[in-house]
């Protein structure tokens, strides 16, 4: 829940499905969060430009079936350094 003015509102997080921006997924997933909005929802999108720079969902990377503790050891590097 997030607070603003005094009035809690849901918070809903869409996630994507593929790495392609703009497609039929996000856009229908889009239209779900903006009615969402509308009713008064607090709402965020991870979609296909941020879902791309992660390992399992991009197509194009060879090694993409990493072991869920060697993609955590990158990410946390990747993370602490950046």
Do not use: H
């Amino acid at each position: 829940m997030v607070v603003m003015s005094g009035i809690r509102k849901p918070v809903i997080v869409g996630l994507g499905g593929t790495t392609k921006a703009d497609s039929s997924t996000e856009k229908a997933l889009r239209l779900v969060l903006s009615n969402a909005e509308r009713l008064g929802a607090a709402t965020c999108l991870i979609g296909g430009p941020f879902l791309a720079r992660l390992p399992l969902f991009d197509p194009n990377i060879a090694n993409a079936r990493v072991s869920n503790s060697n993609w955590s050891k990158q990410y946390a590097t990747r993370t602490v350094s950046s």
